[in-house]
């Protein structure tokens, strides 16, 4: 299903899910002006940390297709599929990308995900962000800059499908059950030849050790 009354030029809020069983998903379209999106995309793809890691995934090591980088306050770890993150200390985009997710969303967070497809070729499979030190029902800030990719939600149970495209600058908030209950993707395009940086802005529970 396309998310048919999505309306790709909208600064406001558009709600893509809001269903019974608490799954919450939004979408600011336009999110960050023009201008700002560009200067930080130069930014990030120049001034990142980037790397290409390997995950374990049905018990076998390889290479994720896409760098990824993990920043956030001193000390915070992130765990998935076998690999272990250290976050980096926030630069001064990332700190105000932040600020602008946490005005908007009125949550706190503490650490951020980029991930960096370099064409259609890099993608990012079927999954949820539901690690436990993510805790019960993450809100989950997403910032896409660059080239449009295909979003894809998938509802575990129902197995309901919705696809969006993210465009530059757009940003999507999962909030509620929706990692209970949702899996996404970034699947792969021979179409893309563009790079995309998507940000993914979380809070770990501080207590994990
Ligand atoms: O690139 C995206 O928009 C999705 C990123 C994502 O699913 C993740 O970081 O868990």
Redesign the pocket.
Known sequence: MQASLFDSSATSAQQLIASEDGSDVKIWPQFIELAQADKWLQELTHHIQWQQRAITVYGKRHLQP?LIAWYGDEGIRYRYSGDTLLALPWTQPLGALRTRCEQQSGMAFNSV?L?R?RDGQDA?GW?S?NESELGRAPV?A?I?LGQA?R?DLRHRQTREKLSIF?PHGSL?VMAGNTQAYWE???PRSKKITGE?I?L?FRRIEPSTP
């Open positions: 896409r995900l991930n497809y990012m999954h962000d989950i997403s896409s990719r979003f993210l999507l996404h993707q970034i995309r998507n993914t």
